[in-house]
T-cell receptor, first 114, second 113 residues
Framework: NAGVMQNPRHLVRRRGQEARLRCSPMKGHSHVYWYRQLPEEGLKFMVY????????ESGMPKERFSAEFPKEGPSILRIQQVVRGDSAAYFC????????????FGSGTQLSVL | TQLLEQSPQFLSIQEGENLTVYCNSS?????LQWYRQEPGEGPVLLVT?????EVKKLKRLTFQFGDARKDSSLHITAAQPGDTGLYLCAGNAGGTSYGKLTFGQGTILTVHP
């Protein structure tokens, strides 16, 4: 039973490029959360999605960042025109249902902006 | 904005010693979770505490939720080198975003043989 799959594991982008991070939740899970872990900081909530719906995006920067979880396929976190400050580990977590707080985290994508 | 202050930030001890990690907030949480994270990996859930005053044991690990649900502690008895890692506390404020957690800064534990 595969866990939460994130790819790529490592992503290098130059300033101004776009970064696309993918997350496939555990089988049977329809709730996806994205977190960011900046150097020397803790994990910060970014966005909560269900299939085809953004439920809570209160942690998302207002510009350049977007997320989706289509009916088919993985959840995507998209960062446009990346800057050096976007360099961080981005983690996806999934859960089986809205009333279940147990999160299963992926191994993360380490984004490095040159 | 809810904050969780975790202490100490670093802890270096010898095998066999006991240790306690603290997680404090001025806010009330509906539940609090403890995670362990290895380098290059995502956090793995250790325990969830829900009721004020609740105590849960996981082998040599004891987790406690404060009576007012504002603080929590993790106590490890007779630490072993395999306990080395990053320990994170995370609180859920309630509401409908059940997986929306506020994380502490983490405690990096090193247990020397």
């Amino acid at each position: 039973n595969a866990g939460v799959m994130q790819n790529p594991r490592h992503l290098v982008r130059r300033r101004g490029q776009e970064a696309r991070l993918r997350c496939s939740p555990m089988k049977g899970h329809s709730h996806v959360y994205w977190y960011r872990q900046l150097p020397e900081e803790g994990l910060k909530f970014m966005v909560y999605l269900q299939k085809e719906n953004i439920i809570d995006e209160s942690g998302m920067p207002k510009e350049r960042f977007s997320a989706e979880f289509p009916k088919e396929g993985p959840s995507i976190l998209r960062i446009q025109q990346v800057v050096r400050g976007d360099s961080a580990a981005y983690f996806c977590a999934s859960s089986p249902g809205s009333a279940n707080e147990k999160l299963f985290f992926g191994s993360g994508t380490q984004l490095s902006v040159l | 904005t809810q904050l969780l202050e975790q202490s100490p930030q670093f802890l270096s001890i010898q095998e066999g010693e006991n240790l306690t990690v603290y997680c404090n907030s001025s806010s009330v949480f509906s539940s609090l979770q403890w995670y362990r994270q290895e380098p290059g990996e995502g956090p793995v859930l250790l325990v969830t505490v829900v009721t004020g005053g609740e105590v849960k044991k996981l082998k040599r690990l004891t987790f406690q939720f404060g009576d007012a649900r504002k603080d929590s502690s993790l106590h490890i008895t007779a630490a072993q080198p395999g306990d080395t890692g990053l320990y994170l506390c995370a609180g859920n404020a309630g509401g409908t975003s059940y997986g929306k957690l506020t994380f502490g800064q983490g405690t990096i534990l090193t247990v020397h043989p």
